[in-house]
């Protein structure tokens, strides 16, 4: 885990810029707060990313700059520089914080009614079906009681950055505790469900639960997002609580 001594306000939000370079993204530049084991404070990096072509393979050019070591020779530059990367990093969380969730680094439910709206177009004008998939963990609550939050938190971000891998950042989004909302295309879709269910049991040492999934296939012209998205999730409710995924 590259971002495991981050401080946890700036942990998500650079894991996902990372993760949309990593995805294709051109590029990144990203300032956050990093203590390892034998720092006694947080240190400030800067942190920069981009792509270079060589003989058609594409390399990852990844600098890392301590700007701390800079701040302490000069007092004066360091307590001005000091608060303006802290400002920087307010700015970029307070951004990140109201479109994404805090806990996963998945997009709200907000971002992704700006984003599926395009998603869909571009699969219908393919000729593909797109289809809303709804999420749920079964009996989260009962989970939460016996393990404790900070494993139940732990499973929550296994299975959002599962469906993360297997449906795409931009596509996938946490609505609320344990339920996530997916615009996918329709092909292969079940199996990419069976796919995800599989590895979703080896989570927290196979300490997983049961997860429900429904599906609204949109092949109607008319059906809007927000209509797709509550008939997905009806169909999820129908299972009523499995025992398995």
């Not at 720092?39 to 600098?63: A, F």
């Amino acid at each position: 885990d590259l971002y495991r001594d981050a401080h946890p306000d700036d942990a998500v939000r650079v894991s996902e810029s990372r993760y949309q370079f990593a995805a294709g993204a051109p590029a990144y530049d990203i300032v956050y707060r990093n203590r390892t084991r034998y720092q006694s404070d947080y240190h400030i990096i800067h942190e920069t990313g981009r792509h270079v072509w060589k003989d058609g393979i594409r390399l990852d050019y990844i600098t890392f700059t301590d700007e701390s070591r800079v701040l302490n020779r000069d007092e004066d530059r360091k307590m001005q520089l000091s608060a303006s990367f802290l400002q920087e990093i307010s700015l970029e969380d307070d951004l990140h914080r109201n479109q994404f969730d805090h806990l996963t680094g998945l997009p709200m439910i907000g971002r992704l009614f700006q984003d599926a709206p395009e998603r869909i177009r571009e699969m219908k004008e393919h000729g593909k079906t797109p289809a809303i998939l709804w999420f749920d963990f079964s009996r989260m609550r009962d989970y939460y009681a016996l393990h404790g939050f900070a494993t139940g938190d732990t499973l929550i971000r296994g299975l959002a950055w599962l469906i993360r891998d297997q449906f795409g950042f931009r596509n996938t989004s946490r609505v609320n505790n344990d339920s996530f909302v997916v615009c996918a295309e329709t092909g292969h879709l079940e199996e990419d469900i069976r796919h995800m269910f599989d590895e979703a049991v080896k989570l927290n040492q196979e300490n997983s639960h049961p997860i429900a999934a429904g599906i609204c296939v949109m092949d109607q012209e008319d059906i809007s997002l927000a209509a797709a998205i509550d008939r997905a999730k009806l169909a999820c409710d129908s299972l009523h609580e499995p025992m398995h995924s």
